[in-house]
């Protein structure tokens, strides 16, 4: 698989573009999740034509009509910013991204929970950096994060699990385009779409069922939207435990009575949150390549994103 392309926050990669002259440097973001993805660096306050240093801004009035404004001398910056951003944005549209990391809490690329000061001059955290919101608003589908949600396991192996899929799609769809390879794609997604929505998962297999009374493009187009919806449901360890219990389902010949005990005892185990996700899905996946089974080596569900991640470990 290529590099997977995503957009991200300047300063979160080492560049010296804050107000102050500093950076936000994440370096699980550059070194270790770098390794597997383009970044595209975008910094508004800088692309939109202010200096480094500058006066540092905040957002001011309610919530979905906040102003950009500079701190100190009270220049409202705003309409500079969603000119700007409106323009990046039908840029973007080329790139190809497979998500989007912005840094938090910034009044232009905090995408949840930025600071609005109010008429008395108290902050509240209800805003939504200016950029972050258009790029949003354009791209509702695309998967976007900010860092500091990251630090969250659970977000964090969901966000990769996201981008992870969204490539496979679209490389899915560059090699080939027919009725065919949409189904042999949704066939080996089907673990993964169940551990994140069961409603998205019975759609889906209706979709590709009856997708004979739609175009190619049509179907297509429905398919990868209902895609992005149902992964932008998060996983949970009620939903991992019955994906594994279904994939135990595939073993019910092979295994003795004390190893599919052994396994029930793990996935409880997991379900309880006494060990970490990756070590039920270990043991399905020895059992896969013990006993050669066909349909789960296919499964994206035992391998959804590089396992020097770690992700799973913390889940």
């Not at 906040?66 to 080329?94: C, G, I, S």
């Not at 993964?192 to 209706?206: C, D, E, F, V």
């Not at 080596?297 to 020097?308: C, I, R, S």
Request: positive net charge; aromatic residues 8%; contains cysteine.
């Amino acid at each position: 698989m290529e590099k997977i392309k995503l957009g991200i926050s300047a300063c979160l990669l080492g560049e010296n573009v804050r107000y102050d002259g500093g950076h936000k440097l994440d370096r699980f973001l550059k070194e270790t999740l770098g390794q597997y993805v383009e970044y595209l660096a975008v910094c508004p306050e800088v692309e939109c034509g202010l200096g480094i240093p500058r006066e540092s801004m905040h957002l001011e009035g309610e919530p979905g009509k906040e102003r950009l404004l500079t701190t100190r001398t009270r220049v409202d910056m705003t309409r500079r910013m969603v000119n700007w951003a409106q323009k990046r944005v039908r840029e973007l549209e080329k790139e190809d991204l497979c998500g989007f990391i912005f840094k938090s809490d910034s009044p232009s690329s905090g995408m949840e929970r930025v600071k609005i000061y109010n008429e008395n001059k108290m902050p509240v955290k209800q805003g939504v950096g200016i950029f972050a919101r258009i790029f949003m608003e354009r791209f509702p589908l695309l998967p976007a994060e900010d860092e500091g949600r990251l630090h969250d396991p659970e977000l964090r192996e969901n966000f990769i699990e996201r981008i992870f899929v969204l490539k496979r799609w679209r490389e899915s769809l560059r090699q080939n385009k027919s009725r065919k390879a949409l189904v042999d794609f949704h066939a080996a997604q089907k673990f993964l779409i169940l551990a994140h929505s069961p409603k998205y998962y019975q759609l889906m297999g209706r979709l590709v069922a009856g997708q004979k009374s739609m175009s190619v493009p049509e179907m297509r187009a429905k398919y990868q939207e209902l895609l992005l919806e149902a992964m932008s449901s998060k996983a949970t360890p009620k939903k991992h435990a019955n994906v594994l219990q279904h994939m135990m389902g595939y073993f019910k010949k092979q295994l003795s009575t004390d190893e599919k005990k052994e396994l029930m005892d793990i996935i409880e185990k997991y379900q309880k949150g006494y060990v970490p996700l990756v070590v039920p899905v270990s043991l399905i996946g020895h059992y896969v390549r013990k006993y050669n089974e066909p349909y789960l080596k296919a499964q994206t569900y035992l391998n959804p994103h590089p396992f020097e991640l770690k992700l799973r470990n913390h889940v």
